[in-house]
């Protein structure tokens, strides 16, 4: 059976952005629990295996959580890569842009219907899915660190609540390196995928342009 890393990225980009983070905010409260700091919802595992179910599914749950409240730092990262890399100095995207309006004509589809950087996965997803699973990777590893700023804003609220303010402050500090690694990832991620769209573009130009080449006997 051929490997299709398009599936084995999706399985990254799950594992990464939404169980990982959800793991380490689930331990934390588990710790908590034992301290008798918050209540316990649930009564104690009776069972090492029952105990792994339950953090895994903990961990699941939370992590969905802190995905749906990740994706609001998005509407943040995009005002500032408005105004650090505007749409006139962003060259890759404004070529996808114009190479998009080729395929979506404005008086027949709806320009807004998809955005520049969904079109080019869509591109990449039918045409080249190994492609694809690079711009993956870097999207993986985006939302993972944007999970992650959340988890760690979490923990900063909570051990300055119980006056562990180091431990805070050192959190803290984590999340805003985790945003800033979040912020060069997605930036890599999109910039990745461009520069494959761009490339497709031209490879096809390219094979329009050469004249296919008669065999002996036929006419050109």
């Given amino acids: 059976m051929a490997a299709e890393p398009e599936k084995f990225h999706v399985g990254m980009i799950d594992f990464f952005s939404i169980i990982l983070p959800g793991a380490i905010l689930a331990f934390h409260l588990r710790a908590l629990v034992e ?3 918050i209540p316990a919802i649930l009564s104690a595992p009776q069972s090492d295996v029952e ?11 939370l992590g969905h959580f802190l995905f749906l409240v990740g994706s609001w730092i998005d509407g943040s990262y995009d005002a500032l890569r ?3 890399a505007p749409l006139e100095k962003n060259f890759p995207l404004k070529t996808a842009i114009e190479i998009k309006k080729t395929h979506f004509p404005p008086a027949r589809f709806n320009d807004q219907a998809i955005n520049a950087f969904q079109w080019t996965k869509c591109r990449l997803a039918l045409a080249h899915p190994a492609a694809l699973a690079q711009v993956e990777r ?3 590893d985006s939302k993972f660190f944007r999970s992650l700023s959340v988890v760690l804003l979490t923990l900063f609220v909570s ?10 402050f050192a959190c803290l ?4 390196a985790s945003l800033l690694r979040y912020g060069e990832q997605r930036f890599k991620s999109t910039r990745q995928a461009y520069w494959y769209l761009i490339t497709l573009e031209s490879e096809k130009e390219n094979c329009a342009a050469t004249p296919t080449e008669s065999k002996p006997g036929e006419s050109p």
């Fill in 138 to 140: 870097f999207e993986a």
């Fill in 82 to 84: 408005e105004k650090f």
């Fill in 173 to 176: 500090l984590l999340a805003a």
């Fill in 35 to 37: 301290q008798g700091k």
């Fill in 159 to 168: 051990f300055t609540a119980t006056c562990r303010g180091w431990l805070g």
């Fill in 51 to 61: 105990g792994w179910v339950v953090f895994a599914i903990a961990s699941y749950v």
